[in-house]
């Protein structure tokens, strides 16, 4: 009688490629193939009667290839769907994007695929593999791979938007574990909510330090008060020349209702848009990368860093050095401030040009409210 569940019994039997089999339950079994070196491997057979195999590669007992085998026949049989989908990585990242644009929401389709083109590119090792075949160690590495320029908070950031769009795989039908995908976030002790304010010497440095397109995009940034992300998203057509306003749209909160605001722009904003727009089509970005394309931004936050760096290192002042932390937000803090601070502007109007609440701004920036109150009051006084 054939036996593979013990080592004497597996070295007694006679070479050939047709493994020896063992059920597992109805329609599943574990089979052991004896050639030059003993091999395991896991099939079982789908609603349609079509066979499916997965090879399990040397293992040293029965007991350990049977617990792969049967996580193998889980992620494949415990699917809601009829049959299960044996693609990559990649393939299920699509499958996700493709899930956000069958139900509408095309700009978070969009900004999935931007970022899983960043994270898991077409020549991603991770992306490349088999999803029912990714093991936690495989994440790990991938993950480390994120960590070169990115700080902890941003990797997080990623790798939640990639398991995110794994786990809608798997529940839709997609071979894979859950499990090797749950990983604790990195540790990020030297994250804080401390907004960080540049000031106008400070920006202009920055603007200078930065190549044609970035520079752009942060006098852009300075003009209107904008989201990151907002700005990035505009396209020419969002653009009012005559009207001197740029519309602008975000998401409040995960999932949340698409907000839309028309920002009105000084003068000298206005102008620097319709430099921005001349020669372009509508749907084209309002402003452009150095590619002709929309913003993303492992981009922008890549560029700012290496125009923080070539500022600070000919800046002959202390005043003059771009702070630790700057970042593309931090353009948005300062524009707020200044609305309520120089420009005397009400906290009910800066919410509403910027896109935020009067709570908010009593929140993070009351101090600017208060600066502004009392430069009124003295001026109040002296006339």
């Known amino acids: 009688m054939q036996n593979i569940t013990t080592k004497i019994g597996r070295d007694k039997l006679p070479e050939r490629r047709e ?22 491997i896991a099939r079982y057979r789908d609603r349609n009667g079509k066979q499916k195999y997965k090879a399990l590669g040397s293992h040293a007992d029965f007991s350990s290839a049977k617990t792969e085998a049967e996580t193998w026949l889980a992620s494949m049989t415990e699917s809601v769907h009829r049959s299960a989908a044996r693609g990559t990585v990649r393939d299920a990242l699509c499958a996700y994007v493709r899930h956000k644009r069958s139900i509408g929401r095309r700009a978070s389709a969009w900004d999935a695929g931007q970022r899983f ?42 790798v939640r ?38 000031t106008g010497e400070q920006r202009a440095r920055l603007v200078a330090a930065a190549p044609k397109h970035l ?16 700005l990035a998203k505009a396209t020419v057509a969002d653009f009012d020349a005559k009207g001197a306003t740029v519309t602008l ?21 206005a102008q620097f848009f319709r ?12 402003i452009s990368n150095d590619e002709g394309l929309h913003w993303v931004d492992q981009k922008w936050c890549d560029g700012i860093e290496k125009a923080i760096i ?15 932390g700057a970042s593309a937000y931090s353009f948005r803090h300062t524009r707020i401030s200044e609305l309520l601070q120089l420009y005397g502007v009400d906290p009910l109007t800066t919410a509403q040009q910027t896109g935020t609440s009067v709570a908010m701004i009593e929140k993070y920036y009351f101090k600017f409210i208060s600066g502004s109150m009392r430069d009124k009051l003295n001026a109040v006084k002296a006339s």
Request: hydrophobic share 35%; net charge positive.
């Open 19 to 40: 493994p020896y089999w063992y059920p597992l339950r109805k329609g599943a079994a574990l089979g052991y193939r004896v050639m030059a070196t003993g091999t395991w």
């Open 275 to 286: 430099a921005q727009v001349r020669g372009k089509l509508p749907q084209a970005p309002l």
């Open 117 to 158: 083109r960043l994270t898991v590119g077409r020549k991603s090792e991770f992306g490349s593999m088999r999803l029912e075949d990714v093991m936690r160690d495989d994440v790990e590495a991938w993950r480390n791979g994120l960590r070169k320029g990115r700080q902890p908070r941003s990797v997080n950031r990623q």
């Open 310 to 324: 070539a500022a600070n290192e000919t800046a002959k002042k202390p005043a003059q050095r771009i702070p630790a």
């Open 215 to 230: 520079a752009a995009l942060l006098t852009g940034f300075t003009h209107t008060g904008a989201r990151p992300s907002e």
């Open 249 to 269: 749209r975000h998401n409040k909160g995960r999932g949340g209702k698409l907000r839309t605001r028309a920002v009105t722009l000084s003068d000298a904003g």
């Open 161 to 198: 938007a990639v398991v995110a769009a794994l786990n809608y795989a798997v529940s839709h039908g997609h071979a894979g574990r859950r499990e090797a995908w749950k990983l604790e976030h990195l540790a990020d002790d030297g994250a804080t909510n401390t907004a960080i304010f540049l």
